[in-house]
């Protein structure tokens, strides 16, 4: 849509949330700052909007700016979960794009045999954080187990691996990021 339709569009749609509410032209000079004589030019398309004058309108009638001047709408916002089932493991993508930062919900269900370490390593960085369960986490030398509400950040070029402490599901959030990028979290 060009500038000049968006801003032809102004005008009306400024008349008729004024109409809409009841108020005067005067009503609504008293209470922008505005003249009477600016609005009305406004609404009839005489005078260009701007951004000194929409401001004040958009508080006056407690709307977005984006409402006054019919700004196009900036997409679904909703990201549509795809589940990919691997390593004994669904994973649900929560975040878009192949690059930056990646976030995954991770499910171990109940009786899987995710439960023999195996660990690799790869390049990147990686947090965890665990909703539900119990998360075994083998990083190197070092064997851990994570209860819901603990996290656990760590280099992947660490030898590592997780999987189910026992027979009950695990829900884990996991934050990845390509070297250099690195999550951390402060209290």
């Given at each position: 849509?060009?500038?000049?339709?968006?801003?032809?569009?102004?005008?009306?749609?400024?008349?008729?949330?004024?109409?809409?509410?009841?108020?005067?032209?005067?009503?609504?000079?008293?209470?922008?700052?505005?003249?009477?004589?600016?609005l009305?030019?406004?609404?009839?398309?005489?005078?260009?909007?701007?951004?000194?004058?929409?401001?004040?309108?958009?508080?006056?009638?407690?709307?977005?700016?984006?409402?006054?001047?019919?700004?196009?709408?900036?997409?679904?916002?909703?990201?549509?979960?795809?589940?990919?089932?691997?390593?004994?493991?669904?994973?649900?993508?929560?975040?878009?794009?192949?690059?930056?930062?990646?976030?995954?919900?991770?499910?171990?269900?109940?009786?899987?045999?995710?439960?023999?370490?195996?660990?690799?390593?790869?390049?990147?960085?990686?947090?965890?954080?665990?909703?539900?369960?119990?998360l075994?986490?083998?990083?190197?030398?070092?064997?851990?187990?994570?209860?819901?509400?603990?996290?656990?950040?760590?280099?992947?070029?660490?030898?590592?691996w997780?999987?189910?402490?026992?027979?009950?599901?695990?829900?884990?959030?996991?934050?990845?990021?390509?070297?250099?990028?690195?999550?951390?979290?402060?209290s």
């Open positions: 849509m060009a500038h000049d339709d968006i801003l032809s569009g102004v005008g009306p749609r400024l008349r008729s949330l004024r109409q809409r509410r009841g108020i005067t032209l005067a009503d609504l000079s008293a209470e922008t700052g505005i003249s009477s004589s600016t009305s030019r406004l609404e009839s398309g005489g005078r260009r909007a701007t951004l000194e004058l929409l401001l004040p309108l958009a508080q006056a009638y407690a709307v977005p700016l984006d409402d006054l001047v019919g700004a196009p709408a900036t997409g679904d916002p909703r990201i549509h979960v795809k589940p990919v089932k691997a390593h004994g493991m669904t994973i649900l993508p929560l975040s878009r794009g192949a690059s930056g930062m990646q976030v995954f919900k991770n499910v171990l269900p109940a009786g899987t045999d995710r439960t023999r370490p195996d660990p690799r390593t790869h390049e990147g960085h990686e947090w965890l954080y665990v909703i539900r369960g119990r075994r986490l083998v990083l190197g030398p070092r064997d851990l187990v994570l209860e819901a509400g603990e996290a656990a950040e760590f280099d992947t070029s660490t030898p590592h997780f999987g189910r402490v026992d027979d009950r599901a695990v829900e884990f959030l996991s934050l990845f990021g390509r070297q250099g990028e690195r999550m951390h979290v402060r």
